[in-house]
T-cell receptor, first 112, second 112 residues
């Protein structure tokens, strides 16, 4: 069985400040982990993925995430938020070929 | 990567009717997946569709309500049958390639 917990349903930051979106996972096997972003009325876009290679994963738009097995975490970070980062972010775990389990999502608000 | 298109992009339907959603992928894939995203919620897997065999449904979803076709390796359809307002959601098609899951733009369904 696999599950994902996004620890914050809403995160609000000021433009130019760091972003931290937290994700913990549970999996019986070595997982693949992903972060997706969904802008309002838009489709899902892959930000980054971890598939058992380097534990620090760099994605698009300056985002990165670190896989910490001991903490079963895969938190998403960005050094400096931009207004265009405002969106819904989903942490996803996949250990069963394509059957992904989504977290409940975190809404990121960026204040000017 | 995979490029996925869906038709229709959105629709408004009357209760009791059915809607068939089409999903087209730009490459051949073994498995295709259908997800539902209810308003303000995360994504839930409905079923997995393999070419040439019956779809496999997740708990809470049944074939009579969500019949799926998979006639070839690049195409699938999902029908939402005998619709009620509770079926109002975004329905997304997905494929997995090179350990990454890609999503279509979604079909936004409103049932009156």
């Amino acid at each position: 069985a696999q599950s994902v917990t996004q620890l914050d349903s809403h995160v609000s930051v000021s433009e130019g400040t760091p972003v931290l979106l937290r994700c913990n996972y549970s999996s019986s096997y070595s997982p693949s982990l992903f972060w997706y972003v969904q802008h309002p009325n838009k489709g899902l876009q892959l930000l980054l993925k971890y598939t058992s290679a380097a534990t620090l994963v760099k994605g698009i738009n300056g985002f990165e995430a670190e896989f910490k097995k001991s903490e079963t975490s895969f938190h998403l970070t960005k050094p400096s938020a931009h207004m265009s980062d405002a969106a819904e972010y989903f942490c996803v775990v996949n250990t069963n070929a394509g059957k992904s389990t989504f977290g409940d999502g975190t809404t990121l608000t960026v204040k000017p | 990567s995979a490029v996925i298109s869906q038709k229709p992009s959105r629709d408004i339907c009357q209760r009791g009717t059915s809607l068939t959603i089409q999903c087209q992928v730009d490459s051949q894939v073994t498995m295709m997946f259908w997800y539902r995203q209810q308003p303000g919620q995360s994504l839930t897997l409905i079923a997995t569709a393999n070419q040439g065999s019956e779809a496999t449904y997740e708990s809470g979803f049944v074939i009579d309500k969500f019949p799926i076709s998979r006639p070839n390796l690049t195409f699938s359809t999902l029908t939402v049958s005998n619709m009620s307002p509770e079926d109002s959601s975004i329905y997304l098609c997905s494929v997995e390639t090179l350990d990454t899951q890609y999503f279509g733009p979604g079909t936004r369904l409103t049932v009156l």
